[in-house]
């Protein structure tokens, strides 16, 4: 067999030649030869300044050829990657997706054939002015085989990638299928593994993780090296309560110098394909005795396909959560403005037990109905493979100017300079909610479902990560949960005459009060225009604090005009002012969105604001790990109230910087305010689909440990503690 690859060996270097028909060229666009095509395409539309952005290299073979995964197995080379960036940018290694076992002439290659997407990250410099293209330029070199020959091709591959502000869209050629590769592409997967080699049999277990308590189904280990195993034996074995062992055959290597180290690959299972680390060491414990394993079978791997039963109890936990969450949204920061406004306004009606059923039942139906509505748009715009996940519209610039003055019109209207409805009831209500009767419930619980969704609360993410990952009816009926919960005490006490006998009658105390809740919808305002020139710039706030005051001044003009019985005569010329200013603020919002885009600020820290960090990426991760330093992750945005108390309070404190300064910790910040695929994917990784989420690596743990969502400086210093002991 040795003979017959040095054969190919040989057969592939004399070839060398053939391989020249395909000229290097640095055109955008396919490129092609005889046997293969491939092309340097993205998975958005655009990249934002200092995001991470992910683009493909696109093969499509021509039939009775394929190329390789990174061990090719017996025969040929894997694809091989040389880039040519502009300053600043940089290239992450290739996200193999799962390889085919391909079985030739008693050799077993592990590779590609028809079409396949090669992912690799591309980390866009937060010096990157929108406007402008950056051109990513690759060498791909790829073995490209038949049963007969190999033939190495090089294809010099271009993209111009468009730099722009904002969430960028999915390519619609690529970005669907580019996403597909992430999200099935193995991961690790919290396994303990071993590896020992006794009588010419190596002996594979894992164990723990997706494994534990079940059939783990045909199973198949993919080591990443060659010559540690023989590719073509059948791979045998059994499984046990905490996992399964595989028994395999060694190859050259291992049976000229034994195992002289851990071993890594990709394992894979009906359940799900992970990297593991297999450490020289004896078999697991509970890794057999439940079954034998059944034969995989060659050609690609089959997808998971989760028990129906497993799925019915992850519903039910879901749902379970999602209500939890809601009801400790309630408490949340971001959401506690609008819920002290509705208050105010049931305050009102205490003592009308029919009003009070109505806009309790009504508000309900209000935070129901935007709870679906905003589900909707998350489910349909995932199942189009966009990568988005919770709180995604707060990463759209335009959206967050339109919410700033949404919320600077709300505080107007509690301050007096306007009215919509004049003398109406509702007195702790904005200016959709001052609408008559239940309407204005109905737009108040709106109101309160698009504040809440920058925050997250405890149950939430388990819920929400679940959720989409579920049948559309299910997640709908999650997100309904979670928007029940959040509803919950409203509805409560407004059902509940004996609770709203104890709450003071209404009087000009309620007047008063109004105007003090104004303020702070004038601080939610103050703090989404904060966030909007974090996203964008100096020019585009400037604008938007025009619009901002052209929505004052009409709104000032409007309220001039009115009276009890609407508008008279004299009232007609201010309104007509009023609706032009608001015209023209409406058109000084429209041109933040054209603006010239700032650079974006790094979010390594200053020296003495705390413990110094440095940008989050996955290669990041790996190279602290590979120096035996452990990694805490703060993933993050400006938009989540959530994350900006935690970072004041538990995050930045000297205790924290001198805990991480005693473990040699390395502290890495994802920032999501703006959109950024690969974040979006490792939330996703982890079964969130929103921020905080707090990650600690240590080195030689598979998985990292999940810190909770709402820190105290003694939670974050004692797990630093414990890695750093």
Not at 52 to 60: D, I, L, N, S
Not at 168 to 190: E, K, N, Q, S
Not at 407 to 427: I, K, R, T
Not at 594 to 599: E, G, I, K, L, S
């Amino acid at each position: 067999m040795n003979h017959f690859v040095r054969v190919l060996i040989l057969l592939a270097v004399s070839l060398w030649p053939v391989a020249a028909v395909a000229q290097p060229t640095a055109e955008p666009g396919p490129q092609r030869t005889e046997r293969i095509e491939a092309e340097l395409v993205p998975m958005s539309a655009w990249a934002a300044p200092g995001s991470t952005a992910v683009v493909a290299v696109k093969q499509t073979i021509r039939p009775g050829w394929h190329t390789y995964w990174r061990n090719p197995g017996d025969s040929g080379g894997a694809t091989t990657l040389t880039w040519t960036l502009p300053q600043g940018v940089r290239a992450g290694d290739i996200v193999w997706p799962l390889p085919e076992r391909q079985r030739i002439t008693g050799l077993m290659n592990y590779g590609y054939s028809g079409e396949v997407w090669l992912p690799v990250t591309i980390e866009v410099p937060a010096t990157a002015r929108a406007g402008t293209v950056l051109p990513l330029t690759v060498k791909a070199s790829f073995f490209v085989c038949s049963a007969e020959m190999c033939v190495p091709e090089d294809l010099t591959l271009r993209l111009d990638l468009p730099v722009r502000e904002g969430a960028a869209p999915l390519d619609r050629r690529h970005g669907g299928a580019i996403t597909a590769v992430l999200a099935t592409a193995p991961r690790p997967g919290g396994l303990e593994a071993r590896l020992a080699l006794e009588d010419g049999v190596l002996t594979l277990s894992a164990a723990g993780g997706a494994l534990a308590g079940r059939d783990p189904g045909p199973s198949y280990f993919f080591p990443y090296t060659g010559g540690v195993i023989d590719h073509p034996a059948a791979q045998t074995g059994a499984w046990g309560p905490q996992g399964l062992t595989l028994r395999l055959s060694p190859g050259g290597e291992t049976r000229a110098a034994g195992l002289t180290g851990p071993v890594e690959g990709v394992l894979v299972t009906a359940h799900g394909a992970w990297e593991i680390r297999a450490e020289v060491g004896a078999p697991l414990a509970g890794t057999s005795g439940s079954g034998a394993l059944a034969a995989a079978a060659d050609g690609v791997p089959d997808a998971p396909e989760p028990a129906s039963g497993t799925r019915l109890t992850t519903f039910a936990q879901a749902l379970l959560f999602a209500v939890l969450g809601g009801l400790i949204l309630n408490l949340m920061p971001c959401v506690f403005p609008i819920l002290a406004m509705k208050a105010a306004s049931l305050a009102a009606s205490a003592h009308d037990a029919r009003h009070a059923r109505r806009d309790g039942l009504a508000f309900l139906a209000g935070v129901l109905t935007t709870f679906l509505l905003l589900a909707g748009v998350l489910l349909a715009l995932r199942a189009t493979g966009e990568a988005v996940g919770w709180g995604f519209q707060l990463q759209s610039p335009p959206v967050t100017a339109g919410l700033a003055l949404l919320m600077l019109a709300v505080a107007l209207n509690l301050s007096g300079v306007f009215h919509v409805g004049a003398g109406l009831q509702g007195a702790g209500s904005g200016p959709l909610s001052r609408l008559p009767g239940g309407l204005g419930a109905f737009f108040t619980g709106a109101l309160a479902v698009i504040v809440a969704a920058p925050c997250t609360a405890p149950f939430m993410a388990f819920a929400l990560g679940a959720a989409l990952v579920m049948p559309w009816p299910m997640a709908l009926l999650v997100f309904l949960g979670l928007g029940l919960g959040l509803a919950l005490p409203f509805v409560v006490v407004s059902l509940s005459p004996g609770l709203l006998a104890k709450l003071p009658r209404p009087g000009p105390w309620m007047e008063r009060l109004k105007n003090l809740l104004a303020f702070p919808m004038y601080a939610t305002a103050l703090w989404l225009a904060w966030v909007f020139s974090r996203q964008t710039g100096a020019e585009a706030l400037g604008l938007l604090f025009a619009a901002g005051l052209l929505l004052a001044l009409g709104a000032w003009l409007i309220g001039c005009g009115q009276t009890e019985r609407g508008f008279g005569r004299r009232g007609v010329f201010h309104l007509t002012a009023g609706v032009a200013a608001l015209l023209l603020a409406g058109a000084a919002l429209i041109l933040t969105v054209r603006a010239p885009v700032a650079d974006a600020g790094s979010t390594v820290s200053e020296p003495g604001a705390g413990p110094t960090s440095a940008p989050w990426s996955t290669a990041a991760v790996e190279a602290a790990l590979a120096e035996g330093r452990p990694v805490l992750v703060n993933f993050t945005a400006d938009w989540c109230v959530t994350c900006k108390i935690n970072e004041r309070t538990s995050l930045s404190s000297a205790g924290v910087k001198a805990a991480i300064e005693r473990s040699n910790a390395v502290y890495l910040v994802g920032d999501w305010t703006r959109r950024d695929d690969a974040i979006t994917a490792e939330l996703q990784r982890h079964g969130r689909s929103g921020v905080p989420l707090y990650l600690l690596y240590t080195p030689g743990s598979a998985e990292p440990r999940v810190l909770p969502q709402l820190l105290t400086e003694g939670v974050v210093v004692e797990a630093l503690g414990d890695v750093g002991g």
